[in-house]
């Protein structure tokens, strides 16, 4: 199993950013699929998922402006960020476990992860 994530970049407030997970070895809509990130000194933290059925869960800090998805055709997971804010640059790493649901949205709940692209937001 391998998740290549891309798509990172830097971008002024209020611009947008769409992150894209590459899978191999498995497909993505059958697993729980999710975003993290981590800015530096602080601790990984989740940022949306979805589950194999498709129902998502997004932190509250960026509802209604992330939007998680996958592409069944590509096997690929995307984060489409919009409105971004200074707060929201972190390294966002793609993340997988091998169930179809999603027990909730830590960081231990995932076995899988890549290796993390850089997202950077300057006011």
């Known amino acids: 199993v391998q998740l290549v994530e891309s798509g990172g970049g830097s971008v002024q407030a209020g611009g947008s950013l769409r992150l894209s997970c590459g899978a191999f070895g498995y497909t993505v809509s059958l697993w729980c699929m999710g975003w993290f990130r981590q800015a530096p000194g602080k601790e990984r933290e989740g940022v949306a998922r979805v589950d194999g059925d498709g129902r998502t869960s997004y932190a509250d800090s960026v509802k209604g402006r992330f939007t998680i998805s996958q592409d069944n055709a590509k096997n690929t997971l995307h984060l489409q960020m919009n409105s971004l804010k200074p707060e929201d640059t972190a390294l966002y790493y793609c993340?997988?476990?091998?169930?179809?649901?999603?027990?909730?949205?830590?960081?231990?709940?995932?076995?899988?992860w890549g290796q993390g692209t850089q997202v950077t937001v300057s006011s």
């Open positions: 993340a997988a476990h091998p169930t179809s649901w999603c027990s909730d949205g830590s960081v231990t709940a995932f076995r899988y």
